[in-house]
């Protein structure tokens, strides 16, 4: 036969547990907001991992100032990409066989200057004679092919794009990209050339 005395003693139990539980469950929920660093984001939203990932994409150097006759098409040369900072601008003869209109030599820098890009850009009159640079400069690298795809803007294709490892060296890579009536080319160390042609704006 049950023990009444039995049945008021697991129900004290009972109670007992589920006030303990929910106390701790309170507990864990005050900490949440009330401890530092623990489930709370800053106030612009973001939480500490991707602040440090801004301030790693952001030069630690200074931009160098373009020459007084800038043109349009080097003005649009940023100042910065990823964590890049322009360091030189000039013009170039690289591919004058090809009759550009304009042609620079734009470099960038982490202030390492074994790790800098070096881009190329040129424009012509027309997009028929960029695609014709395109194809000559795409097709001259023998590397292994790390992307490749369409340019678009705004939806529409503008042109195409190759990125290659250098054939002589593996570490370093170049991307070439045509995007309407210019043509650019970076090359440098392979995985800052991945990040930044992705970033560049042209």
Do not use: C, H
């Not at 630690?60 to 030189?88: C, E, F």
């Amino acid at each position: 036969m049950p023990n009444p005395n039995n049945n008021s003693t697991s129900s004290r139990r009972r109670l007992v547990v589920v006030v303990i539980a929910a106390v701790v469950v309170l507990l864990a929920l005050a900490s949440a907001f009330i401890w530092p660093g623990w489930a709370m984001k800053n106030q612009d939203g973001s939480n500490q991992a991707s602040q440090t990932q801004s301030a790693a994409a952001t030069p630690t150097i200074k931009a160098s100032a373009l020459p007084t006759d800038a043109t349009d098409l080097l003005k649009a040369a940023p100042d910065s990409v990823t964590n890049y900072a322009r360091t030189g601008a000039e013009a170039a003869q690289d591919w004058a066989s090809a009759n550009p209109v304009e042609e620079y030599k734009v470099t960038y820098s982490t202030g390492d200057t074994a790790k800098d890009l070096t881009v190329l850009v040129g424009q012509w009159s027309d997009a028929n004679a960029a695609k014709t640079q395109y194809d000559a400069v795409a097709g001259a690298l023998t590397g292994d092919t790390l992307a490749q795809g369409n340019v678009k803007v705004s939806g529409a294709n503008t042109g195409t794009y190759v990125v290659k490892t250098d054939a002589s060296d593996k570490k370093q890579a170049v991307a070439v990209w045509q995007n309407d009536t210019a043509v650019f080319q970076v090359t440098g160390p392979k995985d800052a050339v991945l990040s930044f042609y992705q970033q560049f704006p042209l």
